[in-house]
């Protein structure tokens, strides 16, 4: 187990935004709000639970089949898109309390995607660089 992921700040990221999902996914589910509200919500709540336990455990490291934080950054950008489009129609739409709930800890799961995305496209173009160094020529 990687404690130190759990210490860093893309770790608490990645637990918040696993948090905030549940969170937006058990409003949706009360309030009887749109399937596709509720879908979109648990869809998020399972991948980044994955991505989080693929981290937590190392298994990126292993799994080398993948560059797995540019299909982490991915998978941030295309939620907060989907995010957007479906908390601001549960937003406007607001058929009672819990879907305005939902839209609004949407919204905030939204900020958190992008966040994220920032952070590790951060952490990508200020590793060190692979391969071959420009001195050996």
Do not use: Q
Not at 104 to 122: E, F, H, K, S, W
Request: aromatic share 8%; with cysteine.
């Amino acid at each position: 187990v990687n404690r130190a992921f759990l210490s860093s700040a893309r770790g608490a990221l990645k637990i918040a935004r696993t948090l905030v999902a549940l969170a937006t996914l058990l409003s949706f589910v009360s309030s009887g709000a749109h399937e596709a509200y509720a879908a979109l919500a648990g869809m998020e709540t399972v991948i980044t639970v994955l991505l989080l336990l693929l981290y937590l455990l190392g298994l990126d490291a292993r799994l080398r089949c993948l560059f797995w934080p540019l299909a982490d950054i991915f998978n941030s950008v295309i939620s907060a898109l989907f995010l957007l489009v479906v908390c601001l129609f549960a937003i406007i739409i607001k058929t009672n309390k819990g879907t305005l709930t939902g839209g609004v800890l949407g919204l905030i799961l939204l900020v958190l995607c992008v966040v994220d995305a920032i952070l590790l496209y951060n952490k990508i173009s200020l590793d060190k660089a692979r391969g071959r160094s420009t001195a050996d020529k």
